[in-house]
C-alpha cells in the first residue's frame, strides 16, 4: 500500500523560516487538509510534496524511499494543482485537458477524456478555447486534469477558489471516489470540502 509521510521539515524563503519540526502522514485512502492563515506555508509546504523546492530540513518520503531520491519520478506519481490555472489560451478545454496529459507521458482515450469534461461539468464547453473561459471555468479545466492521466497522489492549493456550489460539489464527490480506490490527496483550503473524516494538520502554530 502506497504511504506518503514527512519528519521534521523546515521551509524557508528568502530570510524567513517559514515552518519547521513538522511531521505528516498519509496513508492509501485518506485525505490530509492543511489549514492556516495566509503565509502560514500551506502553498510552501504542498510545493515541497510535490518535489518542486526542497526542504530546508527533513525527509519527505514514499513508501519510505525519500523523494528527493528521484523527484522526477515522484513527480510522475503526482498531479499539483496550484493557484495558477495554466490554461492555454490558445487551445481549447479539451486540447488543453490532452496537452497536459501528454506532458505526463499519457494520451487519454475518448472514453477517459469525455468522463473527465463530464464530472466537471465542461462537456459543453469542450470545443471552447480558454481565453473565453470565466475564472470559475478555467479553474474546472484545471481540476479535470486529474482524471485524464492517472496518479495515486493529488496536491491540490485552495482547489474551490472560484467555484460555484455545484462544481464545488462535483469536486467533492470525485475526491471521495479517489481516496475509496485507495488514492491519497493534501489539501490546503479555507473552505470545509464536506468529505467527513480527514487529518487536519494546522500550519501557523508555535511547535
Not at 526542497?54 to 528521484?70: L, M, R
Not at 499539483?80 to 490558445?90: C, S
Not at 487551445?91 to 468522463?115: C, I, K, Q, S
Request: aromatic share 4%; net charge neutral; hydrophobic share 45%.
Amino acid at each position: 500500500m502506497n504511504d506518503f509521510a514527512g519528519s521534521g521539515i523546515a521551509c524557508r524563503r528568502g530570510e524567513r523560516l517559514v515552518f519547521a519540526n513538522l511531521d505528516f502522514h498519509i496513508a492509501a485512502g485518506r485525505l490530509l487538509t492543511l489549514v492556516g492563515p495566509n503565509g502560514s506555508g500551506k502553498s510552501s509546504l504542498l510545493r515541497l510534496m510535490a518535489a518542486l523546492a526542497e526542504p530546508e530540513a527533513g525527509v519527505i518520503t514514499w513508501s519510505a524511499t525519500p523523494i528527493a531520491d528521484d523527484p522526477d519520478a515522484h513527480r510522475a506519481r503526482l498531479h499539483y494543482v496550484g493557484h495558477l490555472d495554466a490554461v492555454k489560451p490558445i487551445l481549447t478545454v479539451a486540447e488543453n485537458l490532452r496537452f497536459h496529459a501528454a506532458l505526463r507521458g499519457t494520451a487519454p482515450d475518448d472514453g477517459r477524456l469525455a468522463a473527465a469534461l463530464d464530472a466537471f461539468g465542461l462537456a459543453p464547453l469542450a470545443d471552447l478555447p480558454g481565453r473565453f473561459l470565466s475564472q470559475g471555468q478555467r479553474r474546472r479545466t484545471a481540476l479535470a486534469r486529474l482524471l485524464v492521466s492517472p496518479a495515486p497522489l493529488w496536491l491540490l492549493d485552495e482547489p474551490t477558489l472560484g467555484l460555484d456550489a455545484d462544481a464545488q460539489t462535483r469536486l467533492a464527490e470525485i475526491l471521495k471516489r479517489h481516496l475509496a480506490a485507495g488514492g491519497l490527496a493534501a489539501v490546503a483550503t479555507h473552505s470545509p470540502l464536506g468529505l467527513g473524516e480527514s487529518t487536519a494538520l494546522e500550519l501557523g502554530r508555535p511547535r
